[in-house]
Nanobody
Framework: QVQLVESGGGLVQAGGSLRLSCAASGSISSIRAMGWYRQAPGKQRELVATITSGRSTNYADSVKGRFTISRDNDKNTVYLQMNSLRPEDTAIYYC??????????WGQGTQVTVSS
């Protein structure tokens, strides 16, 4: 059974950095894209960043220039480097893997809290 295990969340002061990782516990085939979403209290889930199998990336305007998404295909792992963190970045961050077959996979979520 494939599971996505997230790590790297935590509490950080404004201006600090965190690096999130999401690794599959088993092999995953036919990955179209990997990405990160987040959900803040009282808000809907929103896209943070995505990276395709061809390594093209897309970022939400709110994180552009501060966050960097990357992936390791051999390890089926996706990362999110978050720099210059702001209190408004506080949310639960969810890893997502979009597959050609079998639908999407989601991580359990990891809490990121940025204090001012």
């Amino acid at each position: 059974q494939v599971q996505l295990v997230e790590s790297g969340g935590g509490l950080v002061q404004a201006g600090g950095s965190l690096r999130l990782s999401c690794a599959a516990s088993g092999s995953i085939s036919s990955i179209r894209a990997m990405g990160w979403y987040r959900q803040a209290p009282g808000k809907q889930r929103e896209l943070v960043a995505t990276i395709t199998s061809g390594r093209s990336t897309n970022y939400a305007d709110s994180v552009k220039g501060r966050f960097t998404i990357s992936r390791d295909n051999d390890k089926n792992t996706v990362y999110l480097q978050m720099n210059s963190l702001r209190p408004e970045d506080t949310a639960i961050y969810y890893c997502n893997i979009a597959r050609r077959f079998g639908g999407d996979l989601w991580g359990q979520g990891t809490q990121v809290t940025v204090s001012s």
